[in-house]
């Protein structure tokens, strides 16, 4: 019986805990699944031809909002060619009103639904033996098929899926890390706990209430492994990692006394929920041990209600600000566009507070209406219109206009390219102060960026460059002097650029300093004492030396200065080259 589990990835990556979970959970089988990943970006024809040639007689599916119009192709093509073959699929997409989708998806058998380690085990075996009824194993809806027509179209459902204890499921990654390992490059995801204690309206997390935790001896075990394989990322996919303080802190405390200094670990936390003990442990790790990611969604408190969300930013604001102030934890906070009760003027607001609280990342998110979720259900009471396709994403609400939603969705490209890519951190905390908010700031950017750019077009980061450029221009020649230097240093902050920006082309005079300062410094060692066996012109290759006509580390003032960029030892939460401020 030749099984297939099929894991179709937003992003090479990434990995699919659901099927590495499923497979690890009925070893009895191991030499029968086998496990296909790919991602959304292949080509339907590809991934058919990979399901194809494994003849499967049983194949299942994740599916989620980025792969679910995937899915069902794929799908629809298997069951036309293998119509033998039983098709199956789990996973958020599918959960909810099974009914309906089985209707509409006759190239599909079945669903699992909810947690389907226990389910799965029975479904194999029902298969296997032959033996036994769908009807009772739970966790399924089903097409019945009693040879009738119409009776074909029935469906089953059968109650809800048995919740495994995570004690006795296990480590799915053991085993897997070999020389064929499938991971070089990629992030692991981990679980030590399923469920939050939160009942956020808009998330599918809050319809199943409680939280269950693997026992912490074996996390500590488990990530003995990713430690012991110098894994380069792990994401706990916890939904609130540190709902429980105590737990938080002995994981964390494990973490900083097994480092490796390579592994990082991503945690998603409540910020609002960060204790005085979790704060000392995260001030005393080494910088990029781990990166939170905390969810703020609007600082407005009546969308906070409204959302059934605890969390408010007054509560939130000062452990950010503490754990920013230690220089050692990368930290990505989110907020939400098309939630209730925030309009424009309301949305501005909140993305000002938390951009003030300058984290790595600020991620600029728009609300999605998911089947199941208490929000679905509120749609009308709110005046949310949605996409209906996946992801779907929020067009309008009573508060917030599609033009709107629109415009902040050209607010949100260039805020990922200008801020969360880091490239451009000097010249955007400069470039603020002329403007009333930083909301404003990227508004006006955001225009400027649309009236000066194709749709469609891919640009380069020195185009980008020249983009920010003009705009800042705009606020006047002394001050865009300024902006030009502070680009420039943006630019070779992050790398040794092999193309100059054409505003700053260096003069035989600046590259004879340039040589005389390395040749000096390959025989006193004043900047670069770690290159003690290299020549001046292989220092000169490893670093960079630029020449400044503005105070670019302080005040912006005018001021001559010569800045040196060692590519060789860069920050680890901002990757930013380190630099010395050197006399000519």
């Not at 024809?45 to 989620?64: A, G, N, T, V």
Request: hydrophobic share 35%.
């Amino acid at each position: 019986m030749k099984i297939v589990l099929v894991a179709i990835n937003a992003k090479y990556i990434h990995s699919n805990l659901a099927v590495y979970s499923l497979k690890a959970s009925v070893p009895e089988y191991e030499d029968k699944i086998t496990l296909i990943e790919c991602t959304v970006n292949q080509q339907p024809e590809e991934i058919f031809s990979m399901i194809f040639r494994e003849q499967p007689k049983l194949l299942f599916f994740s599916c989620y909002i980025w792969n679910r119009e995937l899915v069902l192709e794929t799908a629809e093509n298997v069951k036309k060619v293998l119509p033998e073959t039983k098709i199956w699929a789990g996973g958020p997409e599918v959960s909810w009103e099974p009914a309906g989708f089985l209707k509409e998806n006759p190239q599909f058998d079945g669903l699992m639904r909810g947690e389907g380690e226990k389910t799965f085990a029975k479904l194999l075996q029902y298969y296997e033996t032959g033996s036994g009824r769908l009807e009772d194993i739970p966790g399924l809806a089903f097409r019945r098929d009693a040879g009738g027509q119409e009776e074909t179209r029935m469906i089953s459902e059968t109650g809800p899926a048995l919740l495994p204890d995570l004690d006795e499921l296990p480590f799915v990654y053991r085993g897997l890390m070999g020389e064929e390992a499938p991971f070089e490059n990629r992030i692991l995801y981990y679980e030590s706990s399923r469920g939050c204690p939160f009942g956020c309206s808009y998330c599918l997390s809050s319809v199943e209430k409680g939280v269950r935790f693997r026992r912490i001896e074996l996390v500590e075990e488990e990530l003995s492994f990713f430690l012991e394989k110098k894994v380069k990322q792990v994401k706990f996919v916890d939904r609130t990692f540190n709902c429980s303080p105590s737990r938080t802190v002995r994981i964390w405390k494990y973490l900083q006394k097994h480092d490796n200094g390579i592994t990082n670990f991503h945690f998603e936390i409540s910020g609002d929920l960060l204790t005085e003990d979790e704060i000392t442990v995260l001030s005393a790790m080494r910088p990029g041990l781990v990166q939170l990611e905390i969810g703020v969604q609007s600082v407005n408190e009546k969308t906070l209600e409204a959302i059934g969300r605890q969390a408010f930013f007054d509560k939130i604001q000062e452990p950010v600000r503490r754990i920013a102030k230690t220089g050692r934890v990368h930290q990505h906070l989110d907020l939400i566009a098309g939630l209730p009760w925030e309009d424009m003027e309301s949305f501005a607001d909140s993305f000002n507070q938390v951009y003030g609280l300058h984290p790595q990342e600020l991620q600029l998110g728009f609300l999605k209406v998911l089947k199941g979720s208490p929000l679905y259900r509120e749609t009308e009471k709110y005046g949310i219109i949605y996409r209906s396709r996946p992801p779907y994403e929020v067009l309008q609400t009573k508060w917030m206009t599609c033009e709107e939603l629109l415009k902040l969705k050209e607010i949100e490209e260039v805020l990922e390219i200008y801020y969360n890519s880091g490239q451009y951190r000097f010249t955007m905390r400069a470039l603020e102060k002329s403007f009333p908010s930083p909301f404003s700031m990227y508004e006006n950017l955001a225009a400027y960026r649309k009236r000066h750019t194709e749709p469609g077009r891919k640009y380069s980061r020195l185009q980008r460059m020249e983009l920010l450029r003009g705009f800042a221009l705009l606020k006047g020649r002394e001050q865009g002097q300024l902006y030009e230097e502070l680009l420039v240093f943006d630019l070779y902050l992050r790398e040794k650029a092999k193309s100059r920006p054409f505003w700053k082309e260096t003069d035989a005079d600046e590259r004879e300093k340039a040589a005389e300062f390395y040749k000096k410094e390959a025989e006193e060692r004043k900047y670069l004492p770690e290159y003690r066996e290299r020549s001046w012109k292989q220092l000169m290759h490893m670093t960079h030396l630029e020449h400044f006509h503005f105070d670019v580390l302080g005040k912006g003032e005018r001021k001559d200065s010569w800045i040196l960029f060692d590519y060789g030892r860069r920050n680890p939460l901002t990757y930013d080259a380190k630099i010395y401020e050197v006399g000519e």
